[in-house]
């Protein structure tokens, strides 16, 4: 029984290390554009192996992103878009994959690429990454598509500069990965977005709730400290088991 209970606080502290984990994670994106909360939870879970099932441990489980929207708040910039529900950007990840967000604050770097404000290059509808020609105004429209009057011209010579890739997914779809991109699951294709995708010259802000968070870190701290309490005190009866054979 000893080491049953043993095991069971283990896991159990293990688990609640592994939700402060992304509780703070959560926290440290409270004011990232587009992030969605990560979403964790504990469960019970039957230890396999030779014997009877009598083993039952503690695990940490990762349900998925809270796919509740953020609020929207206008810029006035050009280059800022709020993706709708269920709408999801493509960009190129670290290793050159395709992967989505819903980060809409987009910027020009100096090769004329469009990124994201965190580096990674916005894909086309083509799939390979938006160039965009030297302009003195630029817009995006609902659909994705980047206009632009080309430096020099007058206002009449709008002309297309291409468009983004902007995919149709429900949350559960998708996974998000270390780096904190999302991704398709394996056997999701990717269904482009048709329609109004977008509202240019806004962002969304992240769904994370502060307060909310705060509250669950504490609650998970004040539960670890329990499964440690019990670790202790299953140490110290075991001890005073040994004494006790020992004495006979």
Not at 179 to 192: C, F, I, N, T, Y
Not at 229 to 240: C, F, G, K, P
Request: hydrophobic share 45%; aromatic share 2%; net charge negative.
């Amino acid at each position: 029984m000893t080491d049953r209970a043993l095991y069971v606080a283990m896991t159990g502290a293990s688990a609640m290390l592994r939700g402060q984990a992304s509780v703070a994670n959560n926290l440290a994106n409270a004011d990232s554009v587009g992030f969605q909360a990560s979403l964790e939870a504990t469960m019970a879970r039957p230890v396999a192996g030779p014997g009877l099932p009598s083993r039952v441990a503690t695990e940490a489980v990762t349900l998925g992103v809270d796919a509740r929207p953020g609020a929207i708040r206008n810029t006035g910039n050009p280059l800022d878009i709020a993706l709708h529900a269920e709408r999801w950007l493509a960009v190129q990840d670290a290793a050159g994959a395709t992967a989505y967000t819903r980060a809409g604050d987009l910027t020009i770097n100096a090769n004329g690429l469009l990124t994201t404000a965190r580096g990674q290059l916005v894909l086309g509808a083509d799939g390979a990454p938006l160039s965009i020609p030297p302009n003195q105004s630029i817009e995006i429209g609902g659909d994705g598509t980047i206009s632009i009057v080309p430096q020099g011209q007058p206002p009449s010579t709008l002309t297309e500069a291409g468009r983004l890739q902007i995919i149709a997914a429900k949350t559960s779809e998708l996974e998000r990965g270390d780096d904190g991109m999302m991704r398709l699951r394996p056997g999701v294709a990717p269904v482009p977005a048709t329609g109004a995708a977008l509202t240019s010259g806004t962002l969304e802000d992240s769904n994370v709730r502060a307060a909310d968070a705060l509250v669950s870190m504490i609650e998970l701290s004040r539960k670890f400290e329990m499964q440690v309490q019990l670790l202790q005190r299953t140490d110290e009866n075991a001890r005073a088991t040994s004494s006790l054979v020992a004495m006979r």
